[in-house]
């Protein structure tokens, strides 16, 4: 089961990958960022943890219908964010690929140069 730490230690793995606090008011929103663009945010102290992940609308759809743990992204976009419990049900091979795809969906979206700073080849 993926926890806080791994979580956290997942995200940072990542070419460029950082964490911020950004809400003032909510100081335990962790989001990691590649690029000055989130592609993972979670509650650090909620039971259970969860993480919302960008998504391609697609697939975000079809895990959604196959996972109960996978729901539209909380206070995000629907169409392009999940937001994914961490409670132990979902494999965390599948929770690991998520966090992959987020990140590079993010990475594919920003300018060729900052793509090439990052030594990112287009998909692990």
């Given at each position: 089961?993926?926890?806080?730490?791994?979580l956290r230690?997942t995200?940072?793995e990542?070419n460029?990958?950082?964490?911020?606090?950004?809400?003032?008011?909510?100081?335990d929103?962790?989001?990691f960022?590649v690029?000055?663009k989130i592609?993972?945010?979670?509650t650090?102290?909620a039971?259970?943890?969860?993480?919302?992940l960008k998504?391609?609308?697609e697939?975000?759809?079809?895990?959604?219908a196959t996972?109960?743990?996978?729901?539209?992204g909380?206070?995000?976009n629907k169409?392009?964010w999940?937001?994914?419990?961490?409670s132990?049900?979902l494999?965390?091979?599948?929770v690991l690929?998520m966090?992959e795809?987020?990140?590079?969906?993010v990475?594919a979206?920003?300018?060729?140069?900052?793509?090439?700073?990052?030594?990112?080849p287009g998909?692990?």
């Open positions: 089961m993926i926890d806080a730490n791994a230690s995200c940072l990542f460029g990958a950082t964490e911020e606090f950004p809400f003032p008011g909510h100081p929103v962790a989001t960022k690029g000055g592609f993972a945010l979670t650090v102290d039971v259970p943890l969860s993480v919302s998504c391609d609308p697939e975000a759809e079809r895990l959604r996972h109960p743990e996978v729901v539209p909380y206070h995000l169409r392009h999940n937001t994914v419990s961490l132990g049900d494999p965390d091979r599948l690929d966090i795809d987020s990140y590079d969906l990475v979206s920003l300018p060729r140069a900052q793509r090439l700073l990052l030594d990112w998909g692990r």
